[in-house]
C-alpha cells in the first residue's frame, strides 16, 4: 500500500514539474542523405538516431534526398589541466569536436559550416592508467553521443521552407 501511494505521489510530482519525454525529432524533411564515410561512427549513430526518433527517412542517394547532411570533420583532443609539485599530470581535458554542414537538394546551403564542441575533465593517476584510459574511452563514447544528440536538435530548428519545395 505505501508503495502504491510512493509511486503515485512521485509520477504526480514528476507531471506537476513539466517532465516529459522527449519523444520523436520533428525534423523538416522528409527524406536525408548523411553525406561521410561509412566506417565513421559517428554517421552510423547520426543515422540510427534519426531512423529511430523522427519520420525522416535516411537514404543512400543524395539526389533523392531533400536536404544532405555533410559531416566535415571529427576531432579528439586531450590537453593537460593541471600538473603536480611533481611535474605529473593530475588533471587532463578532453575535448570532442564535430563540424557539420546543411544543404538542400539544389545545393543551396541551409546550415553554413557549424562546429559542436564538447568537453570534460578527467583526473588522472599513473597508478590506475588502465582503468583511466577506460574512462577517457568512455567520456568520448558519452560527448559523440551528446553531439548526436545536439546535432537532431540543430536540424529541427533548420529553415522549414525550403523542405516544402
Known amino acids: 500500500m505505501k508503495r502504491n501511494l510512493l509511486l503515485a505521489t512521485l509520477v504526480l510530482l514528476l507531471n506537476a514539474c513539466g517532465f516529459q519525454l522527449r519523444g520523436t525529432a520533428n525534423l523538416p524533411y522528409e527524406t536525408l542523405h548523411v553525406a561521410a564515410p561509412n566506417t565513421s561512427a559517428v554517421a552510423n549513430e547520426i543515422r540510427r538516431s534519426i531512423a529511430a526518433s523522427s519520420k525522416t527517412r535516411v537514404i543512400d542517394n543524395p539526389?533523392?534526398?531533400?536536404?544532405?547532411?555533410?559531416?566535415l570533420g571529427e576531432t579528439r583532443e586531450k590537453l593537460i589541466l593541471s600538473l603536480s609539485g611533481g611535474g605529473r599530470v593530475r588533471e587532463f581535458q578532453l575535448r570532442y569536436r564535430m563540424t557539420y554542414r546543411l544543404?538542400?537538394?539544389?545545393?543551396?546551403?541551409?546550415?553554413?559550416?557549424?562546429?559542436?564542441?564538447?568537453h570534460r575533465d578527467l583526473s588522472y593517476n599513473d597508478a590506475d592508467t588502465l582503468s583511466k584510459?577506460?574512462?577517457?574511452?568512455?567520456l568520448y563514447r558519452d560527448m559523440q553521443t551528446d553531439a548526436v544528440s545536439q546535432l537532431l536538435r540543430q536540424l529541427?530548428?533548420?529553415?522549414?521552407?525550403?523542405?516544402?519545395?
Not at 539526389?63 to 559531416?71: G, I, N, S
Not at 538542400?104 to 559542436?116: G, Y
Not at 529541427?156 to 519545395?165: D, E, F, I, S
Request: net charge negative; aromatic share 0%; hydrophobic share 35%.
Open 156 to 165: 529541427q530548428a533548420a529553415p522549414q521552407n525550403t523542405a516544402a519545395r
Open 103 to 118: 544543404m538542400d537538394k539544389d545545393n543551396k546551403e541551409l546550415r553554413p559550416t557549424t562546429q559542436i564542441l564538447l
Open 133 to 138: 584510459e577506460s574512462e577517457e574511452a568512455l
Open 63 to 71: 539526389k533523392e534526398a531533400q536536404a544532405t547532411l555533410h559531416l
